[in-house]
């Protein structure tokens, strides 16, 4: 059973970084999958940050691919995500997520998430 | 295109059926999976592909597709089905993004 489990501060003053860590257990990060990371504002719905694969390919949401960087530490078995120049409406929880992506047939979904972390922007 | 359309809300009697869609170019080319996620709790995965149940998720939750549009059906919903939905997919255009419907509220009454 693959669990994921998100770290990283709550509290991230305006202008400055969002760090957060999301460690694997079960399973190695180095298997055939993608790794998420996903977010909901309060009150609102998912949205999809971006994916890393073990070999470092990355694929980002255009609206905040400006902003960030996921790497992944395969030593620590586990993945990263940086968001940088946040304001208040990067205020979320932030989930992570192992995606599974095939083409054929063509099938894209998160099969195991992490409980998720609040991550407030506010000074 | 990057845009999945779902109803924002949907209403259901206990032990009634109900479907909840989703709209969008990429579900041409990629199949739907759906989420159930309830208040304070992370998203669970309940449908994917063709019509594919993980392990655990009841055989009331069924998936279906036609063209732009993909379907999850509850047949008999329970009140502990009362939850938030998400459809999610890959997008089509060859730009590698993920993509989530805007969600659909569904009470059981």
């Known amino acids: 059973q693959v669990q994921l489990q998100e770290s990283g501060p709550g509290l991230v003053k305006p202008s400055g970084t969002l760090s957060l860590t999301c460690a694997v257990s079960g399973g190695s990060i180095s298997s055939s999958n993608w790794w998420s990371w996903v977010r909901q504002p309060p009150g609102k719905g998912l949205e999809w940050i971006g994916e890393?694969?073990?070999?470092?390919?990355?694929n980002y949401n255009p609206s905040l691919k400006s902003r960030v960087t996921i790497s992944v530490d395969k030593s620590k078995n586990q993945f990263s995500l940086k968001l940088s120049s946040v304001t208040a409406a990067d205020t979320a929880v932030y989930y992570c997520?192992?995606?599974?992506?095939?083409?054929?047939?063509?099938?894209?979904?998160?099969?195991?998430w992490g409980q998720g972390t609040l991550v407030t922007v506010s000074s | 295109s990057s845009e999945l359309t779902q109803d924002p809300a949907v209403s259901v009697a206990l032990g009634q059926t109900v479907r909840i869609t989703c709209q969008g170019d990429s579900l041409r080319s990629y199949y739907a999976s759906w989420y159930q996620q309830k208040p304070g709790q992370a998203p669970v995965l309940v449908i994917y592909g063709k019509n594919n149940r993980p392990s655990g998720i009841p055989d009331r939750f069924s998936g279906s597709s036609s063209g732009n549009t993909a379907s999850l059906t509850i047949t008999g919903a329970q009140a502990e089905d009362e939850a938030d939905y998400y459809c999610n997919s890959r997008d089509s255009s060859g730009n590698h993004l993920g993509v989530f419907g805007g969600g659909t509220k569904l009470t059981v009454l």
């Open positions: 890393i694969y073990h070999s470092g390919s990355t």
């Open positions: 997520a192992r995606s599974l992506w095939f083409r054929d047939p063509p099938l894209y979904y998160f099969d195991y």
